[in-house]
């Protein structure tokens, strides 16, 4: 769930759902699965706000990266970007970031000079310029997996990480910039950060599990 400060004194509301769960399509079924998710001053909110448009739905069937930069050859005077070379689940709010920093590697690339083939100096620039948000995207999906020991380990870190940034600013600032680009996901294992994400575990564990 995220609860997004807006212009205007308005928030945005968003409920993720994965796998079959029915998406709620009324602010009634919106609020009772918000309950089940959501802390009681966010709840209170929640309830006592007055809706400005009606729950819109939107599907996503999976994030996709396509790898270009592996091709020996490509199409002349063609180039892919934004979605097309590497979406990922809307929940993470990074679509635009990456395709503004895609935009950014095209750029550069047609500033040098050089005689290679510019699709595939932008399919590598690219590559380099996604992969950290993908990693990142994929650790967030991970947290809902069962599949494999890799993967639940890596969601498992990601579960850790979004406990701690909902009650930690600087955990949550640490994480969204990642998200957005602004700084790079390996920020997010800064010993800084790792000692937050720590503490906030063990805050939250219950005692008989710390006697364990």
């Known amino acids: 769930m995220v609860f997004a400060a807006q212009e205007n004194a308005t928030w945005v509301p968003s409920l993720q759902i994965y796998g079959d769960h029915k998406a709620p399509s009324n602010d009634a079924e919106f609020l009772a699965l918000a309950a089940t998710l959501a802390p009681p001053d966010v709840m209170h909110h929640l309830q006592s706000a007055q809706p400005l448009d009606p729950i819109a739905v939107y599907r996503f069937p999976c994030g996709i990266r396509r790898r270009y930069d592996q091709l020996r050859r490509f199409p002349g005077r063609l180039l892919v970007i934004g979605d097309t ?38 399919f590598r620039t690219a590559h380099r310029t996604t992969y950290p948000t993908w990693w990142l995207a994929k ?74």
């Open 85 to 122: 070379l590497c979406s990922v689940n809307p929940v993470y709010g990074a679509g635009v970031s990456l395709a503004a920093a895609e935009a950014i590697a095209l750029g550069e690339c047609l500033a040098e000079e050089s005689s290679a083939p510019l699709a595939r100096r932008f």
């Open 139 to 212: 650790c967030g999906d991970y947290s809902l997996s069962q599949a494999g020991l890799g993967a639940r380990l890596l969601g498992s870190g990601f579960r850790l990480l979004s406990a701690a940034a909902a009650e930690d600013p600087a955990t949550a600032t640490a994480m969204l910039r990642s998200l957005a680009l602004v700084d790079s996901p390996s920020t997010l294992v800064h010993p800084r950060i790792l000692r937050r994400i720590l503490r906030s575990r063990l805050r939250n564990q219950p005692v008989e599990a710390l006697r364990r």
